[in-house]
């Protein structure tokens, strides 16, 4: 299942950004979709998460300032991040959980560079 990620970039701190990613290819369906991001030598970490309206999840780092939606249509998920702080600055990876055949399987796409400056 091929994630196409994008709207990463360089911001100052208090600034905005959106990411989107879209999931194609041949699955029956995706259960949720989000957002991880990772920092230099360290393991990704969960942002947000959101299964298409029934429950969103995120991070404490980040909430009241990012806001995660969902498309089950389009399989299509953004990441609206408001006040950004230069410790967001990160590379973010969308995540899907899709079922294929009987099978669900943890699709990441290939991440996009955010910046945050002070």
């Known amino acids: 299942v091929p994630l196409q990620a994008s709207g990463g970039g360089l911001v100052r701190a208090g600034g905005s950004l959106r990411l989107s990613c879209g999931a194609s290819?041949?699955?029956?369906?995706?259960?949720?979709m989000g957002w991880y991001r990772q920092y230099p030598g360290k393991q990704r970490e969960l942002v947000a998460t959101t299964n298409h309206g029934t429950m969103d999840t995120y991070a404490d780092s980040v909430k009241g300032r990012f806001t995660i939606s969902g498309d089950s249509v389009s399989n299509t998920v953004w990441l609206q991040m408001n006040n950004l702080k230069p410790e967001d600055s990160a590379v973010y990876y969308c995540i899907a959980r899709a079922l294929v055949g009987s099978t669900w399987y943890a699709y990441w796409g290939q991440g996009t560079q955010v910046t945050v400056s002070s």
């Open positions: 290819g041949t699955f029956s369906r995706i259960n949720d």
